[in-house]
């Protein structure tokens, strides 16, 4: 693949947003009562009780805000894998194996139990929340991980493991000590689902995913000479642990934001960075934001896989996207192993 | 403010004068009980080829790093063009001041063309990607070093020589007034280390880059440098030509080892050969 040029750049992005915007439409397109976007510009009434009507309040109050949920959960989680990838030096990172949506999780539920969110619902308080589980888990998972000043890869992930079970430990005891009925409600979170959201939380979600994505993006070069080794980017003129401590927090922020509405949604932020640099090549100033877009595409796809294909039954989509992922993160181990991961 | 510039510090500096200089450096890892550095001084002049050799863990890789301003020093400081090394913005000193390591592990898939732009990074602004001036830059910098035809071959597929000198292309690729090299040529073929020894002695001559170069290879060094400094547990206990420095007795106090030194005839540079440990 040649360098990255102004062309190649304008280019993949115009297609993966164009991408993007069909994907939705078909998304939209998909459900059990059959409507498509088609029947928005059909009869105002069809006479056997279908019409105009019926179809928009299925297709906008039900279906559009939840494809674009999932695009924004998959733009999220892509491009936050992307960046962790880098900045830890570790290409098996990703918000979920790390423990980092854990973090975010355990928040997001101990605001929730607390009563926060009811007492303060004009704040987003459970995004806070989960910022802060998020930023904590990087913060122990770096400190544990380093080794003589440097990040060791390998341990990272042990640590990352067990920070999870730790995760799963408390929020089964907050769910458990507070109301034991509301388990299920935990199971599905904590497997990862696409809930259908009002269009003002979508609209706050997608603010905050825009300023991440572009935040990252200008980050982009740092990221490739960090990529090219601590030494190297240093010697190029990058402050290592300044970019370093930004990109986290960015990235943990949009990882926070989302997984405090939808839990634990699996490997998306191992599987787009892999997919989108096969497809895109390995510089972050293209990467970053074409992880976004592949995030989008790739999380709208599964979600309307796991609507329609146990239908009338809806599979969390997070099952999809763990099934898809966990394969390929003991493939990508296997086939690295000693190379990179060992240093 | 010892940060500040003391003697002018226009970044103009005359030939012969010390254009990178230690100034009794005093250093020691963290948790490290003995320090590697009590008060070392080094001036490297404008336009020298000064070779840097020692025995294994004499501190020749540390005082790179504290050279180039990745380590910082406990007490002494590193001069830039008659500045504090710490006063410049990184990407400043990134402009006058290229590295090639001696190894380095590379993420991802990124190809030897994207790998030596990268040396392009501190010349270009927040969000700019590198133009045809840069691409004709690093190309260049490829052409010198005999990969002009690997552009976009992905690094992992290269050799360990070849991806050592696509390392000193994207050094080259910096434009740097000067250039530190860690055994730079360790990995090298006979071939490919004379030929980076020709390069860069050409550029030292032709268009002043200044160079400090660390080696093991004793007759590389005396063959391409102007300057030798010979560093002995964090000390420098020999500094002056090739043929000062590289004497019998020298090499026996500091190396540990019997040699003999005879003068190549076509170069006039000493050239040393081992005989026996000391001792044995």
């Not at chain 2, 005359?14 to 009590?38: M, Q, S, T, W």
């Not at chain 2, 080094?42 to 840097?52: E, K, S, V």
């Not at chain 2, 504090?84 to 898939?109: C, Y």
Request: proline share 5%; net charge neutral; hydrophobic share 50%.
């Amino acid at each position: 693949m040649p360098a990255l040029n102004p062309r190649r750049l304008l280019l993949s992005l115009t297609l993966l947003a164009v991408a993007v915007l069909i994907v939705m439409a078909i998304c939209s397109s998909i459900g059990s009562s059959g409507y498509t976007l088609l029947d928005l510009f059909g009869p105002i009434d069809a006479g056997d009780g279908r019409g105009r009507e019926i179809a928009a309040s299925t297709i906008f109050r039900v279906r559009l805000p939840r494809v674009l949920l999932a695009a924004i959960a998959g733009a999220a989680l892509g491009a936050a894998g992307t960046a962790f990838q880098a900045v830890l030096r570790n290409p098996l990172a990703d918000p979920y194996i790390l423990g980092i949506s854990g973090g975010a999780a355990l928040g997001a539920i101990a605001v929730t139990a607390a009563g926060l969110t009811a007492t303060l619902p004009i704040l987003p308080v459970r995004t806070v929340a989960a910022f802060a589980g998020a930023v904590a888990t990087v913060a122990i998972i770096m400190l544990l991980s380093s080794v003589r000043g440097r990040i060791a890869s390998y341990p990272m992930l042990l640590i990352g493991v067990v920070m999870n079970a730790i995760y799963l430990g408390l929020i089964l005891f907050i769910e458990t000590a507070i109301d034991f009925i509301r388990l299920q409600g935990v199971i599905l979170w904590m497997v990862g689902h696409v809930p259908t959201e009002g269009y003002h939380l979508i609209l706050l979600l997608a603010v905050i995913l825009a300023v991440g994505v572009l935040a990252l993006t200008a980050l982009a070069r740092d990221l490739n000479l960090i990529s090219a080794g601590e030494e190297v980017a240093r010697t190029l003129g990058v402050t290592v642990e300044r970019v370093r401590i930004l990109a986290i927090l960015i990235a943990s922020l949009v990882t926070a934001s989302v997984v405090s509405v939808t839990g634990l949604i699996g490997f998306v932020g191992l599987i787009v960075p892999h997919a989108a640099r096969l497809l895109f090549g390995p510089d972050h100033r293209l990467l970053v934001p074409a992880s976004a877009l592949t995030g989008a595409i790739f999380l709208m796809v599964a979600d309307t896989a796991a609507r329609v294909i146990i239908a009338p039954t809806e599979l969390p989509v997070g099952v999809l996207t763990v099934l898809t992922g966990g394969p390929l993160f003991l493939w990508l181990y296997r086939r690295n192993r000693g190379e990179t991961y060992f240093d | 403010m010892t940060d500040q510039p003391t003697d002018g510090g226009d970044g103009g500096t005359a030939p012969g004068a010390a254009i990178l200089e230690a100034r009794n450096l005093h250093f020691r890892y963290p948790g490290a009980g003995v320090p590697i550095f009590d008060g070392l001084s080094l001036a490297i002049g404008a336009g020298d080829f000064l070779g840097l050799i020692g025995p294994n863990g004499s501190g020749k890789t540390s005082l790179l790093r504290l050279l180039s301003g990745t380590l910082r020093p406990s007490a002494g400081e590193v001069r830039l063009e008659g500045r504090s090394v710490h006063s410049f913005r990184p990407r400043e000193r990134a402009q006058r001041l290229a590295v090639v390591p001696q190894e380095s592990r590379i993420l991802f898939n990124f190809s030897v063309m994207e790998m030596v732009l990268m040396g392009r990074a501190p010349h270009l602004g927040l969000l700019g990607l590198e133009g045809s001036h840069d691409r004709a830059i690093a190309r260049h910098a490829l052409e010198e070093m005999d990969l002009g035809d690997r552009e976009e071959t992905p690094l992992r597929e290269l050799s360990s020589g070849e991806r050592q000198r696509a390392l000193v292309a994207r050094a080259l690729a910096q434009e740097p007034a000067i250039l530190l090299l860690d055994e730079a040529t360790a990995f090298l073929d006979l071939k490919h280390r004379l030929q980076i020894g020709e390069i860069l002695s050409r550029l030292n001559r032709e268009q002043g880059l200044t160079i400090m170069a660390i080696s093991h290879d004793l007759n590389m060094a005396a063959r391409y440098s102007s300057r030798l400094a010979l560093l002995k547990q964090g000390r420098i206990v020999a500094d002056g030509t090739p043929a000062e420095v590289l004497t019998p007795d020298q090499v026996r106090a500091v190396y540990e080892t019997e040699v003999r030194v005879e003068i190549d005839p076509s170069s006039g540079a000493p050239y040393v050969i081992p005989r026996s440990p000391v001792g044995a």
